[in-house]
C-alpha cells in the first residue's frame, strides 16, 4: 500500500498511517505514533555543489517518550521507523545523506 503523506507549514509530514515526523531545529527531529514518541538528532551539510544534504543520527539505545515515562523500542520497529524518517525527509525534499 502506497503512503499519502501530507506536509504541515513546512515542518511536519504526517501519514494516514498515524504516525508524523515534526523538524525540531535544525539538530533534531522527532518521529511520533500513537501516543509515543523519540527524539533523533540531525545535522545538515553542503554537499559539493552546495545543496544541503542530511545526516540522522540514531541513538544508541531507542526509548520511546510515553507521557511521563520512557520504554524500550522493539528491535524490530527500528528499521520501519528509520525508513518512515526517510520518506518524510523526501517528502520534504530533504535529502539524507547518511545515516550513522
Do not use: H
Not at 507549514?9 to 504526517?14: I, L, N, R, W, Y
Not at 527524539?39 to 545526516?55: A, K, Y
Amino acid at each position: 500500500m502506497t503512503e499519502t503523506l501530507q506536509i504541515i507549514s513546512g515542518k511536519c509530514v504526517t501519514s494516514p498511517q498515524g504516525w508524523q515526523l515534526d523538524i525540531l531545529s535544525l539538530g533534531a527531529v522527532r518521529y511520533a505514533e500513537a501516543e509515543r514518541s523519540i527524539i533523533l538528532e540531525v545535522e545538515d551539510r553542503p554537499n559539493v555543489t552546495g545543496d544541503l544534504e542530511w545526516i540522522l543520527y540514531t541513538p544508541d539505545n531507542w526509548v520511546w517518550t510515553i507521557s511521563d515515562r520512557k520504554e524500550p523500542v522493539e528491535k524490530g520497529k527500528i528499521p520501519e521507523i528509520l525508513n518512515r524518517i526517510g520518506l518524510a525527509f523526501w517528502k520534504l525534499d530533504m535529502p539524507i545523506k547518511e545515516i550513522v
